[in-house]
Structure formats: structure tokens, C-alpha cells
């Protein structure tokens, strides 16, 4: 019977060791959530803020990323003439509507060409009918750098039917002919016509922040791993203490 308790004493210290193993990996998660929440309230802050600007020239926005500064939801002003011609079409949800966001190449006045995300059009509605390239315009709108980024199951863009569902500046310079089509997008947030669509959509930094419920799951993981080890410690003793 002593031999087969001696037997028993290692495999209680290798479990011991995995669970506070355990443990401190579950703990450290919670924690590691809990600063990335800071950060993602210190960047919606940021962004808030930003939106609430006055909008700054285009190009001194570009002398800003070039000297390292982060510019995502700046605020800008420009003036050019759209290449209606060559128009694209990224899918999107609208309050519950498929469809489309219209993101046309404009030739700012001085400076590299660039997408400006117009607005959402309903899938009924494409392809709309171009309208000419005339005359220049201005806008105000927000520079989006981290516009439509392909995750795990992002479909692939089907450049040939003009459906895109990430944003690939390399494909789209190839397809607008504009290879020095800036990598970024403006974001307008009122409309640039007088048309339906495509219609502008407010701005928000309403960005994802589950960081806070991610914390409390894995804290909550660590608990019940401690609850689980300490009950199999109060069992354990109680059969070597019983005859």
C-alpha cells in the first residue's frame, strides 16, 4: 500500500506543476486583454477626437505619414476631378442592406491620385450609370489606411466582375491604370452630389471592444482550473487519510 501511495506522489507533483502552469497562462491572457482594452479606448478616443477636427490639406497630411506620423481618421480637405470611368465597387452591410461601397480615383490638384470611399449602394443598384468626369470638386473626408483588411475568410476579389471585398492597391493599380494610386482611402461622410447614390455614411469610431469580456473569460478559466485542482488536492488527502 506505501509503494502504491510513493507511486501516487509524483503524478500529484507533475499535475501540480501543469495547473499552476495553467494557471498563470490563463492569468497572464486576462491581463494582456485587459491592456489591449486601454489601448483600444486610448485609440476611440483618438479617433473621436480626430473626427471632431478641422480638416487639414491633403498633402500636409502625406508630409505627416512620411515623417512617421499616424494619420488613420485624419480629417482632410482636397480639391480634384474624378475618374467616374473607373470606379469600384467594395461590398458592404448598411443597416442590414447588401451592397456596395462606390470608391472612385480622384486627381487631386497637386499630388498622388487617390480612392474617395463616395458611399453605400444597395446591390439592386449596381452598376450604376458612371457619370462623365467634369468638372473639379472638393471634398472633405477621413484618411482610412487600414481600409478593408483581409482576414481568415475574406473572399477573394473578382476584379473582372468589379467585386471587391479587401483592399489590394496592388490589383487596384493595375485594373485603374493609375500606378501611383496612393495606398489609403478618404472616407466621406456627406454626400459629394446631388443624386440618390450613392449616400454618404457618418463616420465612427464605434470600432470593435470586447477586450473587457475576453478578461473576464480568461480569469474566470483560471478560477475554475484552480477550483478543479484544489477539489482533486481535498479528495485525494481524504482517501490517504481514510483506512
Known sequence: MAAIQASSRPNLLLLTVFALGGIAVLVGLGFWQLQRLSWKETLIERITMRLQQAPVGFEEALK?????????????KLRGTYDHAKGQYFYALNKGEFGWRVLTPLKPDSGQSILIDRGFLPDPQKPVAAPASGSPVELVGALRLGYLPKEMFTPDNDASSNSWYWFDVVALRKVTAIPELAPMVIQLDTPDHSGQWPVATALSPNLPNKHFGYALTWFGLAITLLGVYIAFIVQERRKRSSP
Do not use: T
Not at 505627416?64 to 482632410?76: H, K, N, P, T
Open 64 to 76: 505627416q505619414r512620411s515623417a512617421g506620423e499616424d494619420i488613420d481618421f485624419l480629417r482632410v
